[in-house]
Structures are given as C-alpha cells and as structure tokens.
Nanobody, 124 residues
Framework: QVQLQESGPGLVKPSQTLSLTCTVS??????????WSWIRQPPGKGLEWIGY???????YYSPSLKSRTSISRDTSKNQFTLQLSSVTPEDTAVYYC????????????????WGQGTQVTVSS
C-alpha cells in the first residue's frame, strides 16, 4: 500500500515561491506507469489539479498554472517536489500530493492514493 506525505512551510509571503515535498513510501516513484500529481483546494472551492511528474520523469502542468509551476523529483529519496512561484493570496489552499490508481498505462487523473494534505497560507 503506497503512502504519501506532504511537507513544507505553512506560511508563504506574497511574491515568494511556495515549495512542497511529497515523500512516498510503499512504492517507487519510478515504477511504470504511475503518475504523481499535485492538487490543491482553496477555501470554499473545489479541487484544482496543478500538474504531474510521470514515472519516466516527464512533467505536465495545468495550462492556467504552467507559467508558475515546476515539479521535480529526487529518486534517491523517493520524493517529488512542487514549486509555485510568484504566489498571491489566491494561492492559499490545502495542497495534496496523489498517485493515479493504475487502471491503465495512461490514466493520470483517476487518483487512487492521496496524502493527507497540508495547509499553505499566502500572507504578509
């Protein structure tokens, strides 16, 4: 059973870069054909997918956030990291990391495993 755990600062100042890490246990982030995503939920709103890093290391981002988003990984630590630059209060949300359910070779948006989420507040 794969487990995911988010970590990072809970408070970020406007214009700075938000950086979160997802530590994975019980499975390797390089295992074919899994996709590792970042998702967020602003207060009072629905879930918003941010982007993923694939088992191969390739990445794909939401068009609305692409210009500010970078997802990378450290395979030696079995971790992947989100960086979101130039944050504003509108980036305040609970941030989740997740893995797809693995129903097929390419189904990155059907999520099967989630971290517990971490609150990030953007405020001066």
């Amino acid at each position: 059973q794969v487990q995911l755990q988010e970590s990072g600062p809970g408070l970020v100042k406007p214009s700075q870069t938000l950086s979160l890490t997802c530590t994975v246990s019980g499975g390797s982030i390089t295992t074919n054909y899994y996709y590792w995503s970042w998702i967020r939920q602003p207060p009072g709103k629905g879930l918003e997918w941010i982007g993923y890093i694939a088992y191969s290391g390739s990445t794909y981002y939401s068009p609305s956030l692409k210009s500010r988003t970078s997802i990378s990984r450290d395979t030696s630590k079995n971790q992947f990291t989100l960086q979101l630059s130039s944050v504003t209060p509108e980036d305040t949300a609970v941030y989740y990391c997740a893995r797809d359910a693995g129903y097929s070779d390419y189904d990155p948006f059907t999520f099967g495993s989630w971290g517990q989420g971490t609150q990030v507040t953007v405020s001066s």
